[in-house]
């Protein structure tokens, strides 16, 4: 098993710039995260999934989207980059109370 | 929202010292874990304690859901053991991280 992986590694926009992070699980677990991490903080709810198909909205949901096509993906998108969105993203999968988090995307907005 | 608060935000232990991590939280959750971040930024799970009290060879946690905090123990410090530990608490779906206490082990 792969477990939870992240596509890309590292990532360069430019302000206004979009992108989508990918997140991919083998652990048939229902639940899906989004994480941004920043500089001597914890890690911040972005959006998460219960299932496939739904989504809902975290502790920090502005300029970022989501789609939970596919129940193993879990897609973050940016329509317009901005430098406070300069961050690492992490995502996590989990079936009942234990996550398990990818290894992170480093994104720098310019 | 709920506020999770990690003390102390800095330790620096010698090798082989003990140390205790706590994390206050407050309101009723509905779980909690223990993470480890290592050097390189990996996020590792090391408990998942909504109460009670769990060991793992040289780690161990203890949740009072009572009281609303809990506590990891690390004895016999080990280099590797450096990074930052964080808990989290969840209520529903959502998920609070602390901000975390950055452990530094010297040989």
């Known amino acids: ?110 | 929202g709920i506020q999770v608060e990690q003390s102390p935000p800095d330790l620096i232990l010698q090798e082989g010292a003990n140390s205790t991590l706590r994390c206050n939280f407050s309101d009723s959750v509905n779980n909690l874990q223990w993470f480890h971040q290592n050097p390189w930024g990996q996020l590792i799970n090391l408990f998942y304690i909504p109460s009670g009290t769990k060991q793992n060879g040289r780690l161990s946690a203890t949740t009072v859901a009572t009281e609303r905090y809990s506590l990891l123990y690390i004895s016999s410090s080990q280099t590797t053991d450096s990074g930052v530990y964080f808990c989290a608490v969840r209520m529903g779906q959502k998920v609070t991280f602390g901000t975390g206490t950055k452990l530094q082990v010297i040989p």
């Open chain 1, 1 to 110: 098993n792969a477990g939870v992986t992240q596509t890309p590694k590292f990532r360069v926009l430019k302000t206004g710039q979009s992108m989508t992070l990918l997140c991919a699980q083998d652990m048939n677990h229902e639940y899906m995260y989004w994480y941004r991490q920043d500089p001597g903080m914890g890690l911040r709810l972005i959006h998460y999934s219960v299932g496939e198909g739904t989504t809902a909205k975290g502790e920090v949901p502005d300029g970022y989207n989501v789609s939970r096509l596919k129940k193993q993906n879990f897609l973050l998108g940016l329509e317009s980059a901005a430098p406070s969105q300069t961050s690492v993203y992490f995502c996590a999968s989990s079936w009942g109370d234990t996550q398990y988090f990818g290894p992170g995307t480093r994104l720098t907005v310019l």
